[in-house]
């Protein structure tokens, strides 16, 4: 089912209000950064007024997320973690402590059935 402008709109609307707020800035800031009215961007949100390819572009921009971001339904709204360097890190390590112990494992039993270990 495809759905109609005014489901369209509304999704931009929730999108851009959620992530200026995830980034912490307000309508005048995005404005500003944009290059909109202030009155453009109350609108936006408020679900007043449908834009142009060319504003959903310097709103992705602003908000540095690409253009089709703020067309999907609940996308900034989702429980979407971000995960951070040490994260990363701690992930890394879990896997190579993992590596290491299959690795171990693998030489232990082959320690066993070669009758090296007695």
Sequence with gaps: MKPNPE??????????KNQRNK???SQERLAEIAGLSV???????GCRKWVSAKT???L???????CFQLLI?????QNRKEIT???????LKEKMHKGVD??????FTDFIKAGLLK
């Design 39 to 45: 009155q453009t961007v109350n609108d936006i949100e």
């Design 73 to 77: 339904p609940d996308f900034f709204s």
């Design 102 to 107: 299959t690795l171990i494992d693998s030489q």
């Design 60 to 66: 992705s921009a602003a908000l540095n997320v690409e």
């Design 56 to 58: 959903i572009t310097k």
């Design 85 to 91: 360097p040490t994260q990363n890190l701690m992930k």
């Design 7 to 16: 489901e369209v709109q509304k999704i931009l609307s929730v999108n851009v």
């Design 23 to 25: 980034l912490e800035i």
